[in-house]
């Protein structure tokens, strides 16, 4: 008998060896936004506080979304695939920019023949946004 949602109520991190894809979807249009990756603590964060906690396999840490720009994810649903292995969340996009090149979406360039076209406004600057 398959396993039910029931009792089935946390990622398999196990599959991911520690981290999982987590797509952030704008909840009101659907819109995907970004993905990124979370590992148990920052699920248990993000779960915790209502607002998305990625881990950054780059800084080999958590990430809070927005904690340097101002551009945070609050968690209107957060949702598991049925193999447990990815993590969907709807998010209401605070500042109206999920990617940190300055546009709703991270997903702003289209693959055309001619190559990656953007078709996207910019929301802001990330040069006057990451002033480092």
């Known amino acids: 008998m398959p396993e039910t949602p029931e009792n089935q109520t946390l ?8 981290l ?3 797509i952030a979807q704008d909840a009101e249009t659907g819109e995907v936004l970004m993905m990124a990756y979370m590992n148990p603590e920052s699920y248990a964060e993000t779960l915790a506080t209502g607002r998305a906690v990625y881990y950054s396999r780059s800084r080999k840490k958590l ?10 994810q609050q968690v209107r649903g957060l949702f ?10 709807r998010v209401e996009q605070v500042g109206g920019a999920a990617c940190h090149m300055g546009y709703k979406s991270c ?14 406004e910019r929301v802001f600057d990330p040069d006057e946004v990451y002033k480092k």
């Open 11 to 18: 990622p398999d991190f196990a599959k991911g060896d520690g």
């Open 20 to 22: 999982l894809p987590a």
């Open 63 to 72: 990430w809070r979304k927005g904690e340097e720009s101002g551009n945070v």
């Open 80 to 89: 598991l695939d049925c193999d447990r292995d990815t993590i969907l969340l």
């Open 107 to 120: 997903f702003y360039c289209q693959v055309t023949p001619e190559g990656l076209k953007v078709v996207a």
